[in-house]
């Protein structure tokens, strides 16, 4: 809103210009109240976003309908609208003078020097929602993508659950480098429970408090209750990304239901719904039509350091990723005993990573003295390094929306030996690129290792092969696609 005797000097002209960078977009409504000579410059005004009201009598119910009051006169010394803005409480945008500063710093505005700071001002406040304060695959999309966001265009947030682990200080301090608010909601973590409804209120009031203009959840828990909570708060635009679903074959069918019906329902509430993956295609009744495929993307590295392992040594395996049941890592485990036991090169297996399955690995490989065979390495921020290395990466995964790890090792010239579940022969190519096996299957895994081992030429032609398919999931790919999604027609 903008109010005052419309004459030289009070910053109409700065209005009407901040104004039509706005004419596209149907958020904003610019409200004048005044009269004067300069009111045949709003006449001549090409857009439809400005509503010039004239001369009012009552100006406090303007100001109570309004969500930003500017002030950009310069030659004013006691503006009473001004004050009457910051006495209700409105926010003020305001353009300094000598005359006005001192007024305008104890109103609490904010100051700027033309129509070009006033339009930094009025960026697009985005909400980005993940459960875990962690740098894994998942968060680091919303890194990327947030990261890549102007700060002149838009205002960021990241809302995180728990619980708080020691790499949790990491993450919120690269989110901060990125020009980000980072945000805690202890109410809002994977396991079911009474606490949804706390953390679906809180969201909800979050929502309506920062008017925020894009809401972004990202996988199963944040895109339920995330969702819903946001479209009810009126959110102009809620995105969600499918990092991986809850009904997939390895639970119970009365649970494959119901995390059905829930995704179900809370796609209702999405106005845009990306999937990681083509392979979550095939799930269109649960995810309606408001879908499109955005693969995740990496910063591709300008070269690639040579893995030379020493023909007398072990052959280098690697492991990235969390010790969780979805990632199955036992399976891997079981792969290297048969391997022990059947083959006659030596393998060393790195893991890096952590979760609820820590020691139950742990114990596996003392129970079946693996103990001078597998090295745990624990959770690690810069895996780049051990690529190197490891002339083979190793993913078990049971069931797997996509597999950053694989784009990381394919960067490398590091071909896969994985499971042939969700979206993984979207990344690795069988025979081409690495190679694919059943999950839960430890003699096939066992026998993909060994095959690629014995056969250093064929490792090599398979890393180059994995480096160039790697090239079409750049994170500028993936970013451009979340940008257009940002902004497109509802």
Known sequence: MFSGALKPGKGLDDFLTLAAGFSRDNRFRFVVVGDGPEAEKIHAYPYENVIWM?????????????????????????????????????????????????????????????????????????????????????????????????????????????????????????????????LFMNDLHREIGWHDWRAFWRIYRLCRRERFDIVHTHSTKPGIVGRIAARLACVPRVVHTVHGVAFHDYVTPLKRAFYYLAEGIASLFSHRIALVSAHYKKYDRAFGRRVRVIYNGIALPDSVAKCSPSAAGPISLLYVGRLEPAKDPLTLLRALANLRDRSPLDFRLTVLGDGSLDADCQAFVHEHGLSDMVDFAGWQSNVSRFYTDHPIFCLSSIHEAFGICLLEAGAQGVPAVATRVGGVPEVVEDGVTGLLVPPRDPAAMARAIERLAADPELRDQMGRAARERVRRFSAEKMIESYKALYNSEL
């Open 54 to 182: 004239g001369w009012q009598a009552d100006i406090e119910r303007f100001l109570l309908a309004a969500d930003r009051y500017f002030f950009l006169s310069s030659n004013e010394m006691m503006p009473m609208a001004l004050i009457e803005a910051r006495t209700l409480e409105v926010p003020v945008w305001a353009v300094p003078s000598p005359l006005n500063e001192s007024l305008i710093n104890d109103c609490g505005g904010v100051s700027g020097s033309a129509a070009e700071k006033l339009r930094f001002l009025i960026r697009k406040k985005i909400l980005h929602i993940q459960v875990l304060p962690k740098l894994t695959g998942v968060q680091r999309v919303s890194f990327e993508i947030l990261r890549a966001l102007p700060d002149d265009e838009y205002e960021k947030t990241i809302l995180f659950g728990g619980p708080v682990t020691p790499q949790t200080e990491e993450c919120v301090e690269n989110f901060l480098n990125a020009g980000c608010k980072v």
